[in-house]
């Protein structure tokens, strides 16, 4: 087993803008670590991305152009809903 370095990376994404939105908000120390990773990397989000494990696999399997689809922040004004039908769609 392997830490998915890329989970860590984008939920600190995820944790500092909450922390943008709502700096009084408090945060779980899970939180703050993925934040810290993140910040640590942030300048080079996509060079870390293709090196890590995944990275290298999605690569090997010509499917590089995932990795700066992933490495893209703030690229999207919606976020995808979980229905009750186990499907993902936007929200109403």
């Known amino acids: ?18 922390r943008q939105a709502d700096p009084a908000r408090s945060e779980s120390p899970e939180a703050a670590a993925c934040a810290a990773v993140f910040a ?3 300048a080079r989000l996509h060079a870390t991305l293709a090196d890590c494990v995944s990275g290298r696999q999605l690569h090997g399997l010509g499917l590089a152009a995932d990795i700066s689809w992933a490495a ?14 186990g499907a993902f769609g936007a929200l109403a």
């Open 1 to 18: 087993m392997r830490p998915a370095l890329e989970d860590m990376i984008g939920a600190g994404a995820l944790v500092q803008a909450i």
């Open 40 to 42: 640590s990397v942030a």
């Open 72 to 85: 893209e922040l703030d690229a999207s004004g919606s976020v995808p809903i979980l229905g009750e039908d």
